[in-house]
């Protein structure tokens, strides 16, 4: 079963409006992080927001907030006001502990456009 | 937050040939990681590299063709030997900086 789920391949947004990338995971550890990178064309990743499985309050890092529903399993991630340069790849990525060892994984990626 | 200097940036290499991808890191860190990530795909992990010990492969990854170095604990070397256009990637490294994970800043290779 895959462990992280993005179920959006490609996302078109105007700019200057709000987008939400979908995720959802799959763990039985009961302490996990959830990430979400970003990777522009160069092809670098870049870390945005973090969100601890007991964290109480959702996440926010500037223009990125995570939309943290655990008994869903889902960690989106909203972009307020996008900007061109927010046009790349996003990966969800989860960081959890099996028995054997600590994984982390990312899902497929949902590639944003912003539109002028 | 860790800062990871990985070359090169980008190769075009023949088929059969060698590569030799580094990466420093500006402070000591215990395990380091290596990725790859194919056109149109996530990332997927090749192996830990350990200081002091033979790195650990994941599945469907072995040494003979993705032999790793790390000599100390700021260092280490990934090679993709025997390179067959398949290979044709991203590759990057990382590691472990405090919750999550930081990476360099990829070696796009193409294999013609």
């Known amino acids: 079963a895959q462990k992280i789920t993005q179920t959006q391949p490609g996302m078109f947004v105007q700019e200057k409006e709000a987008v939400t990338l979908d995720c959802t995971y799959d763990t039985s550890d009961p302490s996990y992080g959830l990430f979400w990178y970003k990777q522009p064309s160069s092809g670098e990743m870049i870390f945005l927001i973090y969100?601890?499985?007991?964290?109480?309050q959702n996440a926010t890092e500037g223009r990125y907030s995570l939309n943290f529903q655990k008994a869903r399993k889902s960690a989106n991630l909203v972009i307020s006001a996008s900007q061109l340069g927010d046009s790349a790849m996003y990966f969800c990525?989860?960081?959890?502990?099996?028995?054997?060892?600590?994984?982390?994984?990312f899902g497929p990626g949902t590639r944003l456009s912003v539109l002028p | 937050s860790a800062v990871i200097s990985q070359k090169p940036s980008r190769d075009i290499c023949q088929r059969g040939t060698s590569l030799t991808i580094q990466c420093q890191v500006d402070s000591q860190v215990t395990m380091m990681f290596w990725y790859r990530q194919q056109p149109g795909q996530s990332l997927t992990l090749i192996a830990t590299?350990?200081?002091?010990?033979?790195?650990?492969?994941e599945s469907g990854f072995v040494i003979d063709k993705f032999p790793i170095s790390r000599p100390n604990l700021t260092f280490s070397t990934l090679t993709v030997s025997n390179m067959s256009p398949e290979d044709s990637s991203i590759y990057l490294c990382s590691v472990v900086q405090g919750l999550g994970y930081t990476f360099g800043s990829g070696t796009r290779l193409t294999v013609v």
């Open positions: 590299a350990n200081q002091g010990s033979e790195a650990t492969y």
């Open positions: 990525a989860m960081r959890e502990t099996d028995n054997y060892g600590q994984n982390f994984v």
């Open positions: 969100q601890g499985s007991y964290d109480q």
